[in-house]
């Protein structure tokens, strides 16, 4: 009978202690949660217009030749060539 006070007291700090842990799993959800929304509302790429992709198959046709199976894709490069024709284009 006289060790239920001390494991009683035991038990009390033991759920303390679980309870900052849980009450710091929360901050950090949250925090993940905050970002995510954040994340969601900035675009991190423009989606393609119709201007810009015709413009993309303009310039590959024009460099590699209209129905090319020529075996190396077109480089970052011919699409944002591309890209400027289709903005200055407008």
Do not use: C, F
Not at 58 to 67: A, D, N, P, T
Not at 70 to 82: E, G, M, Y
Request: a positive charge; proline letters at 7%.
């Amino acid at each position: 009978m006289g060790k239920i006070p001390d494991l009683l007291e035991q038990l009390i700090k033991d759920a303390e202690a679980t309870t900052q842990r849980i009450k710091g799993k929360i901050d950090q959800a949250n925090q993940l949660a905050k970002a995510i929304q954040r994340a969601e509302k900035e675009p991190t790429q423009p989606p393609i217009t119709t201007a810009v992709a015709e413009a993309a198959i303009s310039e590959i046709e024009r460099k590699y030749g209209k129905g090319s199976t020529d075996k190396n894709p077109p480089t970052k490069s011919v699409l944002r060539q591309a890209e400027e024709r289709a903005k200055n284009a407008k």
